[in-house]
């Protein structure tokens, strides 16, 4: 009985002993894969503070970058912050940071989007025709900017730092982000516009050479419609007019805006990137709501600085519904 008890006991213990092991194998891996993620997170807000700095920087002195150069520089940032939002998206969040995770991807998608939409309009604003509402349109993406700001100094950040603490992982807190600087500065309208308008060639000289755009095609929801006649259109959900643009001169075009308007009403707008010289680009625009019956589209290309001829730039067509 004795030999059996010691048996049994050593065998308890070994037991134990083999639990114990693989908590910890456990344990030390869930500490590794937290540290990680938030080394992982420092690397990328670390790298977009970088960004800000030298999108912000550039914009409150563009020193003597011409309107081409300050519309590159700004393409790059774009890159620079559509790689990081990608990389956020691509985190595995370990353990108890699912929510922290949510909160990052989020602020990034703002970012993303806001400096999307800045790059699209940049062109336009630092030229002459609709370069007021195109300044306009920069100055409201600079709120995504705050509401990222918040999100991740409010949510993301302490989150990430609590679940850090609550696993006794001292030394990995997450830094401080804050992508719009001087406070609600660049939210001002006035402020963008005065920033806009220093860059040298602005105000709406033009880039040397040839200048003209030119309405292509104008497809809803595979049929083309045909100018000044009357085309019949299926609808099963949502309509969708693919309005192409061709740039006629010999000068790379950037955000080049597109809007269509039904009977008159409500204009829709979208935005063409980038048009290279003698090459025809396209964009979608939904009809929300779509319309019903007989209407009346009307089409048009904004013009851009420097262009001399615009009546190829806009067309109306009847389209019937059904």
Same mark, same amino acid.
């Given at each position: ?75 790059? !940032?774009?890159? /620079?912050?559509?790689?990081?939002? %990608?990389?956020?998206? @691509?985190?595995?969040? #370990? +353990?108890?940071? =699912? ?91 006035? !402020?963008?516009? /005065?920033?806009?308008?220093?860059? %040298?060639?602005?105000? @709406?000289?033009?880039? #040397? +050479?040839?200048? =003209? ?110």
């Amino acid at each position: 009985m004795l030999r059996r008890g010691l048996a049994l006991g050593g065998g308890l213990l070994v037991v134990v002993l083999i639990v114990l092991g693989v908590k910890g194998c456990l344990d030390a891996r869930a500490h590794r894969a937290l540290s990680d993620y938030a080394r992982d997170v420092s690397q990328i807000v670390e790298e977009t503070e970088q960004t800000s700095k030298t999108f912000f920087g550039k914009l409150e002195d563009p020193g003597t970058l011409s309107v081409t150069e300050f519309e590159t520089e700004v393409q790059a !940032e774009r890159s /620079a912050i559509d790689n990081q939002a %990608s990389r956020v998206d @691509g985190l595995s969040a #370990p +353990g108890d940071m =699912g929510s922290a995770q949510e909160a990052l991807e989020l602020a990034y998608q703002l970012r993303s989007s806001a400096m999307a939409q800045i790059a699209a309009k940049i062109s336009t604003a630092l030229g002459d025709a609709g370069a007021e509402q195109a300044t306009a349109a920069i100055a409201r993406q600079m709120q995504k900017f705050f509401a990222s700001d918040v999100i991740y100094e409010d949510v993301a950040r302490p989150e990430i730092d609590r679940v850090l603490a609550a696993n006794d992982i001292e030394g990995s807190d997450v830094p401080e982000s804050s992508f719009l600087p001087d406070g609600t500065k660049w939210l001002d309208e006035s !402020e963008v516009g /005065a920033a806009l308008g220093s860059i %040298s060639g602005s105000g @709406g000289e033009a880039t #040397p +050479g040839v200048h =003209g755009l030119g309405l292509g095609g104008v497809i809803v929801n595979g049929s083309e419609l045909v100018a000044e006649g009357e085309t019949s259109v299926v609808v099963e959900e949502t309509a969708e007019v693919e309005v192409q643009v061709e740039n006629q001169g010999d000068s790379t075009e950037n955000g080049v805006s597109v809007s269509v308007s039904v009977d008159g009403g409500n204009t829709l707008e979208g935005t063409i990137d980038t048009i290279g010289a003698g090459e025809i680009a396209s964009v979608t625009i939904p009809l929300t709501p779509t319309p019903k019956g007989e209407v009346t589209l009307e089409v048009d290309v904004e013009t851009v600085p420097g262009e001399q001829i615009s009546e190829n730039n806009e067309a109306s067509y009847t389209v019937v519904f059904e």
